[in-house]
Protein backbone atom coordinates (compact mmCIF):
# COMPACT_ATOMS: atom_id res chain seq x y z
CA UNK A 1 0.00 0.00 0.00
CA UNK A 2 1.17 3.31 -1.13
CA UNK A 3 1.30 6.07 1.41
CA UNK A 4 1.49 10.15 1.21
CA UNK A 5 5.09 10.46 1.27
CA UNK A 6 5.07 13.18 3.82
CA UNK A 7 8.92 12.97 4.33
CA UNK A 8 10.50 14.83 1.74
CA UNK A 9 8.97 18.11 0.63
CA UNK A 10 8.77 21.00 3.08
CA UNK A 11 7.67 24.28 1.84
CA UNK A 12 11.03 25.50 1.68
CA UNK A 13 12.27 23.33 -0.42
CA UNK A 14 8.84 23.39 -2.80
CA UNK A 15 9.47 27.15 -2.49
CA UNK A 16 13.53 26.72 -3.63
CA UNK A 17 13.03 24.22 -6.34
CA UNK A 18 9.85 26.37 -8.14
CA UNK A 19 11.98 29.13 -7.78
CA UNK A 20 15.36 27.78 -9.26
CA UNK A 21 12.91 26.35 -12.05
CA UNK A 22 11.07 29.58 -13.12
CA UNK A 23 14.87 31.24 -12.93
CA UNK A 24 16.38 28.35 -15.42
CA UNK A 25 12.85 29.38 -18.01
CA UNK A 26 14.30 33.19 -17.66
CA UNK A 27 17.94 32.28 -19.24
CA UNK A 28 18.50 33.66 -22.98
CA UNK A 29 17.42 30.27 -24.67
CA UNK A 30 17.61 30.42 -28.61
CA UNK A 31 17.74 28.20 -31.11
CA UNK A 32 17.45 24.63 -30.54
CA UNK A 33 18.09 24.23 -26.50
CA UNK A 34 14.79 26.58 -27.02
CA UNK A 35 13.14 24.55 -29.30
CA UNK A 36 14.20 21.34 -27.51
CA UNK A 37 13.89 23.20 -23.48
CA UNK A 38 12.03 21.45 -21.28
CA UNK A 39 8.94 23.07 -19.17
CA UNK A 40 10.66 22.99 -15.99
CA UNK A 41 8.06 24.67 -14.21
CA UNK A 42 5.22 22.24 -15.26
CA UNK A 43 7.45 19.66 -14.33
CA UNK A 44 8.02 21.11 -11.20
CA UNK A 45 4.40 21.53 -10.37
CA UNK A 46 3.52 18.23 -11.14
CA UNK A 47 6.36 16.29 -9.44
CA UNK A 48 4.68 18.30 -6.68
CA UNK A 49 1.54 17.70 -7.22
CA UNK A 50 2.49 13.95 -7.31
CA UNK A 51 4.32 14.16 -4.21
CA UNK A 52 2.70 16.84 -1.75
CA UNK A 53 -0.95 16.93 -3.29
CA UNK A 54 -1.60 19.00 0.10
CA UNK A 55 0.47 21.78 -0.21
CA UNK A 56 0.92 22.07 -4.66
CA UNK A 57 -2.63 21.88 -6.53
CA UNK A 58 -4.68 23.40 -8.83
CA UNK A 59 -4.55 27.11 -7.96
CA UNK A 60 -0.45 27.22 -7.96
CA UNK A 61 -0.94 25.60 -11.43
CA UNK A 62 -3.06 28.17 -12.67
CA UNK A 63 -0.73 30.75 -11.84
CA UNK A 64 2.50 29.25 -13.26
CA UNK A 65 0.31 28.86 -16.52
CA UNK A 66 -0.46 32.74 -16.36
CA UNK A 67 2.91 32.97 -16.08
CA UNK A 68 3.86 30.66 -19.02
CA UNK A 69 1.43 32.41 -20.94
CA UNK A 70 2.88 35.75 -20.79
CA UNK A 71 6.20 34.64 -21.72
CA UNK A 72 5.42 32.06 -24.65
CA UNK A 73 1.68 32.20 -25.09
CA UNK A 74 -0.44 33.83 -27.62
CA UNK A 75 -3.19 34.18 -25.27
CA UNK A 76 -3.79 34.50 -21.56
CA UNK A 77 -5.19 30.74 -19.93
CA UNK A 78 -3.60 28.63 -23.04
CA UNK A 79 -0.99 27.15 -20.27
CA UNK A 80 -3.10 28.33 -17.26
CA UNK A 81 -6.00 25.37 -18.80
CA UNK A 82 -3.05 23.18 -20.15
CA UNK A 83 -1.45 22.84 -16.46
CA UNK A 84 -4.91 22.17 -14.54
CA UNK A 85 -5.65 19.69 -16.82
CA UNK A 86 -1.81 18.19 -16.37
CA UNK A 87 -2.54 18.55 -12.47
CA UNK A 88 -5.96 16.83 -12.54
CA UNK A 89 -4.76 13.94 -14.43
CA UNK A 90 -1.77 13.30 -12.39
CA UNK A 91 -4.05 13.75 -9.10
CA UNK A 92 -6.05 11.10 -11.22
CA UNK A 93 -3.14 8.60 -11.91
CA UNK A 94 -1.45 9.48 -8.38
CA UNK A 95 -1.94 6.12 -6.37
CA UNK A 96 -0.51 4.42 -9.68
CA UNK A 97 2.13 6.66 -10.43
CA UNK A 98 3.61 6.75 -6.96
CA UNK A 99 4.12 2.74 -7.66
CA UNK A 100 6.61 2.85 -10.02
CA UNK A 101 10.40 3.14 -10.80
CA UNK A 102 11.58 6.35 -12.40
CA UNK A 103 11.69 5.23 -16.00
CA UNK A 104 8.10 3.25 -15.84
CA UNK A 105 7.44 6.60 -14.15
CA UNK A 106 8.50 9.00 -16.78
CA UNK A 107 7.06 6.71 -19.34
CA UNK A 108 3.22 7.05 -17.73
CA UNK A 109 3.80 10.68 -17.19
CA UNK A 110 4.87 11.04 -21.05
CA UNK A 111 0.72 10.95 -22.17
CA UNK A 112 -0.02 13.35 -19.63
CA UNK A 113 2.88 15.69 -20.81
CA UNK A 114 2.11 15.57 -24.18
CA UNK A 115 -1.98 16.04 -23.52
CA UNK A 116 -0.80 19.26 -21.89
CA UNK A 117 1.33 20.47 -25.19
CA UNK A 118 -1.72 19.13 -27.60
CA UNK A 119 -3.94 21.51 -25.29
CA UNK A 120 -1.62 24.62 -25.25
CA UNK A 121 -1.58 23.99 -28.80
CA UNK A 122 -5.08 23.69 -29.04
CA UNK A 123 -6.43 26.61 -26.95
CA UNK A 124 -4.03 28.92 -29.03
CA UNK A 125 -5.32 27.75 -32.40
CA UNK A 126 -9.09 27.80 -31.25
CA UNK A 127 -8.72 31.17 -29.59
CA UNK A 128 -6.69 33.16 -31.99
CA UNK A 129 -4.78 31.51 -34.83
CA UNK A 130 -3.25 28.26 -36.38
CA UNK A 131 0.56 27.69 -35.08
CA UNK A 132 3.50 27.78 -37.14
CA UNK A 133 3.86 24.01 -36.77
CA UNK A 134 3.69 21.42 -34.39
CA UNK A 135 6.85 22.28 -32.61
CA UNK A 136 5.20 22.43 -30.08
CA UNK A 137 4.48 19.10 -29.15
CA UNK A 138 8.57 18.62 -28.74
CA UNK A 139 9.13 19.96 -25.03
CA UNK A 140 6.87 16.95 -24.39
CA UNK A 141 9.54 14.78 -24.93
CA UNK A 142 12.23 16.72 -22.99
CA UNK A 143 9.51 16.96 -20.26
CA UNK A 144 9.59 13.84 -19.76
CA UNK A 145 13.36 12.94 -19.75
CA UNK A 146 13.71 15.58 -17.21
CA UNK A 147 11.40 13.80 -15.01
CA UNK A 148 12.98 10.58 -15.70
CA UNK A 149 16.38 12.57 -14.64
CA UNK A 150 14.82 14.23 -11.50
CA UNK A 151 13.12 10.86 -10.51
CA UNK A 152 15.96 8.97 -10.82
CA UNK A 153 17.95 11.75 -8.87
CA UNK A 154 15.68 11.58 -5.98
CA UNK A 155 15.49 7.84 -5.86
CA UNK A 156 19.56 7.62 -5.66
CA UNK A 157 19.20 10.44 -2.68
CA UNK A 158 16.55 8.86 -0.76
CA UNK A 159 17.38 5.48 -1.32
CA UNK A 160 15.14 3.05 -2.47
CA UNK A 161 11.64 4.15 -2.84
CA UNK A 162 10.50 6.80 -1.88
CA UNK A 163 6.96 5.51 -0.19
CA UNK A 164 8.87 3.13 1.68
CA UNK A 165 9.87 5.73 3.71
CA UNK A 166 6.24 7.22 5.29
CA UNK B 1 -8.82 2.89 3.65
CA UNK B 2 -8.06 6.30 5.24
CA UNK B 3 -4.74 7.04 5.41
CA UNK B 4 -3.19 9.44 7.62
CA UNK B 5 -2.60 12.60 4.69
CA UNK B 6 -6.61 11.88 4.15
CA UNK B 7 -9.67 13.00 5.81
CA UNK B 8 -12.39 10.17 6.01
CA UNK B 9 -15.15 12.18 5.37
CA UNK B 10 -13.71 14.75 3.28
CA UNK B 11 -15.23 18.28 3.51
CA UNK B 12 -13.19 19.82 0.49
CA UNK B 13 -13.93 19.82 -2.95
CA UNK B 14 -13.39 16.50 -4.96
CA UNK B 15 -10.27 17.21 -8.21
CA UNK B 16 -13.03 17.25 -10.55
CA UNK B 17 -15.18 19.53 -9.06
CA UNK B 18 -12.29 22.16 -8.84
CA UNK B 19 -10.90 20.92 -12.26
CA UNK B 20 -14.18 22.36 -13.51
CA UNK B 21 -13.77 25.74 -11.77
CA UNK B 22 -10.29 26.56 -12.91
CA UNK B 23 -11.20 25.21 -16.07
CA UNK B 24 -14.25 28.18 -16.02
CA UNK B 25 -11.91 30.80 -14.79
CA UNK B 26 -8.97 29.50 -17.33
CA UNK B 27 -12.03 29.95 -20.44
CA UNK B 28 -13.17 33.10 -19.39
CA UNK B 29 -9.59 34.19 -19.21
CA UNK B 30 -9.26 33.73 -22.86
CA UNK B 31 -12.45 35.39 -23.82
CA UNK B 32 -11.92 38.73 -21.97
CA UNK B 33 -8.27 38.31 -23.38
CA UNK B 34 -9.50 37.79 -26.67
CA UNK B 35 -12.44 39.50 -26.81
CA UNK B 36 -11.83 43.06 -24.69
CA UNK B 37 -8.13 43.01 -24.51
CA UNK B 38 -8.60 43.64 -20.59
CA UNK B 39 -5.51 41.47 -19.44
CA UNK B 40 -3.06 44.47 -20.62
CA UNK B 41 -2.40 45.35 -17.32
CA UNK B 42 -1.69 41.99 -15.78
CA UNK B 43 1.00 41.49 -18.98
CA UNK B 44 2.60 45.08 -17.81
CA UNK B 45 2.33 43.25 -13.88
CA UNK B 46 4.17 40.29 -15.22
CA UNK B 47 7.15 42.48 -17.09
CA UNK B 48 7.81 44.59 -14.18
CA UNK B 49 7.92 41.28 -12.24
CA UNK B 50 10.12 39.67 -14.74
CA UNK B 51 12.10 42.34 -15.68
CA UNK B 52 15.08 42.30 -13.04
CA UNK B 53 14.98 38.62 -12.90
CA UNK B 54 15.46 38.80 -16.46
CA UNK B 55 17.99 41.01 -16.24
CA UNK B 56 20.22 39.03 -13.73
CA UNK B 57 20.01 35.70 -15.75
CA UNK B 58 21.32 37.12 -18.88
CA UNK B 59 24.64 37.87 -17.11
CA UNK B 60 25.63 34.39 -16.89
CA UNK B 61 25.68 34.82 -21.21
CA UNK B 62 27.38 37.72 -21.16
CA UNK B 63 30.14 36.91 -18.86
CA UNK B 64 30.77 33.71 -20.99
CA UNK B 65 30.98 35.91 -24.22
CA UNK B 66 33.11 38.10 -22.81
CA UNK B 67 35.58 35.41 -21.69
CA UNK B 68 35.23 34.36 -25.53
CA UNK B 69 36.42 37.27 -26.21
CA UNK B 70 39.04 38.00 -24.13
CA UNK B 71 40.63 34.75 -25.45
CA UNK B 72 40.55 35.96 -29.15
CA UNK B 73 43.71 35.68 -30.82
CA UNK B 74 45.53 39.24 -31.40
CA UNK B 75 46.71 38.72 -34.43
CA UNK B 76 42.68 38.41 -35.17
CA UNK B 77 42.07 41.66 -33.92
CA UNK B 78 44.67 43.47 -35.60
CA UNK B 79 43.18 41.99 -38.94
CA UNK B 80 40.06 43.34 -38.05
CA UNK B 81 41.61 46.70 -36.92
CA UNK B 82 43.25 47.00 -40.77
CA UNK B 83 39.78 46.30 -42.07
CA UNK B 84 38.19 48.44 -40.06
CA UNK B 85 40.46 51.25 -40.69
CA UNK B 86 40.31 50.80 -43.99
CA UNK B 87 36.83 50.91 -44.19
CA UNK B 88 36.03 53.93 -42.24
CA UNK B 89 38.26 55.61 -44.59
CA UNK B 90 36.23 54.46 -47.40
CA UNK B 91 33.08 55.63 -45.61
CA UNK B 92 34.34 59.07 -44.87
CA UNK B 93 34.22 59.88 -48.46
CA UNK B 94 31.08 58.52 -49.14
CA UNK B 95 29.99 60.31 -46.13
CA UNK B 96 31.49 63.77 -47.29
CA UNK B 97 29.08 63.20 -50.67
CA UNK B 98 26.64 62.28 -48.76
CA UNK B 99 26.67 65.79 -46.67
CA UNK B 100 26.55 67.41 -50.17
CA UNK B 101 23.91 65.76 -51.34
CA UNK B 102 21.48 66.22 -47.95
CA UNK B 103 22.51 69.86 -48.56
CA UNK B 104 21.40 69.76 -51.92
CA UNK B 105 18.41 68.21 -51.62
CA UNK B 106 17.41 70.58 -48.70
CA UNK B 107 17.69 73.87 -50.93
CA UNK B 108 15.36 71.70 -53.67
CA UNK B 109 13.37 70.82 -50.96
CA UNK B 110 13.01 74.25 -50.45
CA UNK B 111 12.60 75.89 -53.72
CA UNK B 112 9.57 72.91 -54.15
CA UNK B 113 8.24 73.98 -50.44
CA UNK B 114 7.68 70.41 -49.99
CA UNK B 115 7.92 68.76 -46.34
CA UNK B 116 11.04 67.05 -45.71
CA UNK B 117 10.87 63.56 -44.44
CA UNK B 118 10.30 63.15 -40.32
CA UNK B 119 13.58 62.92 -38.28
CA UNK B 120 14.70 60.07 -37.37
CA UNK B 121 15.76 59.47 -33.70
CA UNK B 122 17.10 55.68 -32.49
CA UNK B 123 17.10 54.10 -29.30
CA UNK B 124 19.38 51.37 -28.73
CA UNK B 125 17.88 48.60 -27.46
CA UNK B 126 19.20 45.04 -26.40
CA UNK B 127 18.13 41.14 -27.00
CA UNK B 128 16.81 40.86 -23.36
CA UNK B 129 14.39 37.25 -23.54
CA UNK B 130 13.08 35.11 -26.05
CA UNK B 131 10.39 32.25 -25.80
CA UNK B 132 9.17 29.40 -28.26
CA UNK B 133 7.78 30.90 -31.11
CA UNK B 134 4.82 28.53 -31.69
CA UNK B 135 2.15 31.08 -32.79
CA UNK B 136 4.08 34.00 -33.58
CA UNK B 137 8.00 35.04 -33.20
CA UNK B 138 8.88 37.58 -31.04
CA UNK B 139 11.53 39.00 -28.67
CA UNK B 140 11.35 41.09 -25.85
CA UNK B 141 13.67 43.92 -25.77
CA UNK B 142 15.29 45.88 -22.67
CA UNK B 143 13.40 49.28 -23.10
CA UNK B 144 10.00 50.09 -22.83
CA UNK B 145 7.71 53.04 -22.69
CA UNK B 146 10.16 55.50 -20.60
CA UNK B 147 12.66 55.37 -23.70
CA UNK B 148 9.85 56.67 -26.21
CA UNK B 149 8.85 53.78 -27.30
CA UNK B 150 5.14 52.64 -28.18
CA UNK B 151 3.37 49.91 -30.63
CA UNK B 152 3.90 50.06 -34.24
CA UNK B 153 7.71 51.36 -34.25
CA UNK B 154 9.89 49.78 -36.70
CA UNK B 155 13.10 47.80 -35.25
CA UNK B 156 16.93 47.68 -37.49
CA UNK B 157 19.77 45.90 -36.83
CA UNK B 158 23.05 46.31 -38.23
CA UNK B 159 22.10 44.32 -41.81
CA UNK B 160 18.18 44.86 -42.03
CA UNK B 161 14.69 45.06 -40.85
CA UNK B 162 13.74 42.79 -37.04
CA UNK B 163 10.30 43.72 -36.91
CA UNK B 164 7.77 45.84 -35.60
CA UNK B 165 7.01 46.78 -31.70
CA UNK B 166 4.12 45.27 -30.40
CA UNK B 167 3.47 45.64 -27.27
CA UNK B 168 5.39 48.07 -24.76
CA UNK B 169 5.51 47.66 -21.31
CA UNK B 170 7.81 49.50 -18.64
CA UNK B 171 11.36 49.12 -19.15
CA UNK B 172 10.53 46.25 -21.85
CA UNK B 173 8.80 45.75 -24.92
CA UNK B 174 7.99 42.84 -27.20
CA UNK B 175 8.77 42.93 -31.16
CA UNK B 176 7.04 40.98 -33.88
CA UNK B 177 10.14 39.67 -35.77
CA UNK B 178 9.15 40.14 -39.53
CA UNK B 179 9.19 36.34 -40.30
CA UNK B 180 6.68 35.81 -37.61
CA UNK B 181 3.35 34.57 -39.77
CA UNK B 182 0.65 36.95 -41.19
CA UNK B 183 3.59 39.76 -40.43
CA UNK B 184 2.99 41.77 -43.47
CA UNK B 185 5.14 44.05 -44.75
CA UNK B 186 5.32 46.59 -47.79
CA UNK B 187 8.54 45.75 -49.80
CA UNK B 188 9.68 46.69 -53.71
CA UNK B 189 12.49 44.23 -55.61
CA UNK B 190 15.82 45.90 -55.42
CA UNK B 191 16.40 45.35 -59.00
CA UNK B 192 13.07 46.29 -60.90
CA UNK B 193 11.06 48.18 -58.15
CA UNK B 194 8.40 46.54 -58.20
CA UNK B 195 6.14 46.72 -55.06
CA UNK B 196 5.17 43.51 -53.36
CA UNK B 197 3.60 42.50 -49.61
CA UNK B 198 6.00 40.42 -47.89
CA UNK B 199 4.83 38.04 -45.29
CA UNK B 200 6.17 35.69 -42.37
CA UNK B 201 5.81 32.00 -43.11
CA UNK B 202 7.18 30.69 -39.81
CA UNK B 203 10.42 28.90 -39.08
CA UNK B 204 12.67 32.34 -39.70
CA UNK B 205 11.25 32.51 -43.69
CA UNK B 206 9.54 34.86 -45.15
CA UNK B 207 7.13 34.76 -48.75
CA UNK B 208 6.43 37.57 -50.90
CA UNK B 209 2.54 37.16 -51.81
CA UNK B 210 0.23 37.44 -54.95
CA UNK B 211 3.54 38.39 -57.42
CA UNK B 212 1.70 37.45 -60.71
CA UNK B 213 3.14 34.89 -62.45
CA UNK B 214 4.64 36.98 -65.58
CA UNK B 215 6.89 38.96 -62.52
CA UNK B 216 9.93 39.36 -63.25
CA UNK B 217 12.09 37.95 -59.86
CA UNK B 218 14.98 35.86 -59.76
CA UNK B 219 16.71 34.10 -56.77
CA UNK B 220 19.09 36.09 -55.62
CA UNK B 221 17.40 39.96 -55.95
CA UNK B 222 16.92 41.88 -52.52
CA UNK B 223 13.68 43.03 -51.18
CA UNK B 224 13.90 46.59 -49.57
CA UNK B 225 10.57 48.31 -47.74
CA UNK B 226 9.05 50.53 -49.87
CA UNK B 227 7.61 53.20 -47.43
CA UNK B 228 4.06 53.36 -48.34
CA UNK B 229 2.66 52.00 -45.70
CA UNK B 230 3.77 55.49 -43.55
CA UNK B 231 5.39 52.74 -40.95
CA UNK B 232 8.55 51.92 -41.80
CA UNK B 233 10.74 54.30 -43.73
CA UNK B 234 11.55 53.30 -47.14
CA UNK B 235 14.77 51.41 -48.63
CA UNK B 236 15.47 48.93 -45.49
CA UNK B 237 16.60 46.00 -46.71
CA UNK B 238 14.21 43.14 -45.65
CA UNK B 239 15.06 40.11 -47.50
CA UNK B 240 17.18 37.95 -50.13
CA UNK B 241 14.58 35.98 -52.39
CA UNK B 242 16.04 32.02 -52.43
CA UNK B 243 13.50 30.16 -54.48
CA UNK B 244 10.33 31.17 -57.04
CA UNK B 245 8.40 28.42 -57.93
CA UNK B 246 5.04 28.12 -60.35
CA UNK B 247 2.88 26.24 -58.82
CA UNK B 248 -0.18 24.58 -60.81
CA UNK B 249 -2.41 25.52 -58.18
CA UNK B 250 -2.12 29.56 -57.90
CA UNK B 251 -2.51 32.15 -60.04
CA UNK B 252 0.65 33.25 -57.91
CA UNK B 253 4.30 32.90 -58.00
CA UNK B 254 5.22 31.27 -55.10
CA UNK B 255 8.49 33.45 -53.66
CA UNK B 256 10.55 32.30 -50.71
CA UNK B 257 12.97 34.68 -48.80
CA UNK B 258 15.36 34.71 -46.14
CA UNK B 259 15.64 37.50 -44.21
CA UNK B 260 18.23 39.40 -43.89
CA UNK B 261 18.54 41.14 -40.51
CA UNK B 262 20.42 38.63 -38.23
CA UNK B 263 16.94 37.42 -36.38
CA UNK B 264 18.27 34.91 -34.23
CA UNK B 265 21.49 36.20 -33.87
CA UNK B 266 22.00 40.32 -33.04
CA UNK B 267 21.65 40.84 -29.77
CA UNK B 268 21.59 44.87 -30.28
CA UNK B 269 18.89 46.57 -32.13
CA UNK B 270 17.69 50.10 -33.11
CA UNK B 271 14.45 51.11 -32.51
CA UNK B 272 13.53 53.88 -34.96
CA UNK B 273 11.24 56.73 -33.40
CA UNK B 274 10.06 58.89 -35.72
CA UNK B 275 10.14 62.63 -34.76
CA UNK B 276 6.60 64.30 -35.73
CA UNK B 277 7.53 67.23 -37.56
CA UNK B 278 4.95 70.59 -38.20
CA UNK B 279 2.34 69.52 -40.02
CA UNK B 280 2.56 71.17 -43.54
CA UNK B 281 -0.22 71.00 -45.88
CA UNK B 282 0.21 67.65 -47.72
CA UNK B 283 -1.32 68.41 -50.72
CA UNK B 284 1.22 68.06 -53.98
CA UNK B 285 3.57 65.57 -52.18
CA UNK B 286 4.58 63.64 -55.01
CA UNK B 287 6.28 60.25 -53.96
CA UNK B 288 9.07 58.39 -55.58
CA UNK B 289 7.10 55.30 -54.57
CA UNK B 290 3.51 56.53 -55.60
CA UNK B 291 1.46 54.32 -57.51
Same mark, same amino acid.
Given at each position: ?34 ? $? ?6 ? +? ?11 ? +? ?6 ? +? ?54 ? $? ?6 ? @? ?29 ? @? +? $????? | ?13 ? =? ?5 ? #? ?19 ? *? ?9 ? *? ?36 ? /???? !? ?5 ? *?? !?? &? ?25 ? #???? *? ?41 ? =? &????? %?? %? ?16 ? &? ?6 ? /???? =? ?35 ? &??? =? ?10 ? %? ?6 ? /? ?12
Amino acid at each position: MSTAPQTIGGWRRILASLTLALLLEQLPWSGWALA $LRPDFVLV +GVLFWVLHQPARI +GFGVAFFV +GLLADFQQGEVFGQHAIAYVIGVYLVLFLRLRLLQFDPLRQAAQLFPILFAVQLIV $LLVGWLAV @KPPTGLAVLLPALSNTLLWLVIAGWLRLWHG @K +G $LQDRA | MATPGQLMFARRLG =PTARLLI #WLAVGVSCVVVDVRYHALDGL *RSGFSVLLLPV *REMMRAPSDVAAELGGFFTRHRLLQNERDALLAERARL /AIGA !NAAQELV *RE !NT &ELRALLQMQTRPGQQVVHAALLYQGHD #WFAQ *RITLDQGDQAGLHSGLPVVDASGLVGQVSRVYPGSSEVTLVSS =P &EQLTP %VF %VERTGQRGLAAGSGRGQM &ELRYMPTH /ADIR =PGDRLLTSGIDRVYPAGVPVARVSGVSRPQSSPYLRV &ECV =PLAGLDRSRAVL %VLVAVPQL /ALPQAARPRATSP
